[in-house]
């Protein structure tokens, strides 16, 4: 569904993966090596491309391993400025 054409979709199983609380498990895994890293690193490619940035942005900044937080730093791109900010 990650990869669905359909936006309502898309977002439908990124919130899906963040109540069961996958996502976080994943993002866990950031810390890893292998595939395991690699496989982690997928999903978090596929909610940035869905637009659904909240939570990663989150434990970006409060997670407790700093190689997650470096990791997520590393995917997940800057929060844009609000449009008209000074």
Avoid: W
Avoid at 5 to 34: N, P, T, W
């Amino acid at each position: 569904m990650l990869d669905d054409e359909d936006l309502y979709a898309k977002h439908q199983a990124c919130s899906m993966l963040e109540e069961s609380g996958i996502l976080d498990r994943r993002v866990a895994q950031l810390a890893s090596s292998g595939a395991v890293r690699d496989a982690a690193e997928s999903i978090v490619q596929r909610f940035v491309h869905a637009g659904q940035t909240g939570r990663l942005r989150e434990l970006a900044a409060k997670h407790s391993d700093q190689r997650v937080r470096a990791a997520l730093a590393r995917l997940v791109p800057p929060e844009r400025a609000a449009e008209g900010a000074a």
